[in-house]
Each structure stands twice: as C-alpha cells, then as structure tokens.
C-alpha cells in the first residue's frame, strides 16, 4: 500500500468514525484497531490538510436559537456564539498562534 493509499484509507476510517455516532473508543474497539494508531493518524491528516490548505475551516453552527460559528482545526474545536466577547477571543486567537 502506497502512503497515499494509506492517508485514503485512514481519511475514510476518521470519517466513518464521525458519522458513526460512536465514541472513538468504542468505533476502534468495534473495528479492531488501536486507538493510538487512529490518533496518529487523525493528527497526521490534519496536519497535512494545515500545511497543504494552510487554512482553517469555519463552520456555522446552531445551538438552540443563538447561533455562531465553529472554528475547526485538526481535533481542535472553537464555537464562537453570538454576543461573543472580542477581546476574550483575540487572547484565545494569540494563544493558539503561539502554539
């Protein structure tokens, strides 16, 4: 298997595991793979996807009747809601850059 294949692969399993409704726990229990491999493999993809994009993608997101966006970025999730604080979430910002 080329490591393309492999990224192919384990790109499908990460996204089978989301639309699973499972735990990753459980989904890699049921599947019979180390749940260590499959957060190595998640953190890979997502950095490839980070240095190839070299963007983060936004999503809007709806909880009840206030809305936002959430901010995503490898297994890194931000939801921002309406009426949110700007200078709270430019420390988070500077916080994240520095990583």
């Known amino acids: 298997m080329t490591i393309e294949e492999r990224y192919t692969h384990w790109r499908e399993v ?3 595991q989301k639309t699973s ?6 989904y890699c229990r049921s599947r019979d793979i180390r749940t260590n491999v499959f957060y190595a493999w998640r953190r890979r993809i997502s950095k490839r996807q980070m240095d ?12 009840g009747t206030a809305t936002g966006i959430r901010i995503v970025s490898g297994n890194l999730y931000i939801e921002v809601q309406r009426n949110f604080d ?3 979430f430019r420390s988070v910002l500077a916080c994240i850059e520095s990583q």
């Open 14 to 16: 990460i996204e089978t």
């Open 21 to 26: 409704g499972l735990s990753i726990a459980d």
């Open 52 to 63: 190839q994009q070299g963007f983060i993608e936004l999503r809007s997101s709806v909880s």
């Open 86 to 88: 700007p200078i709270t």
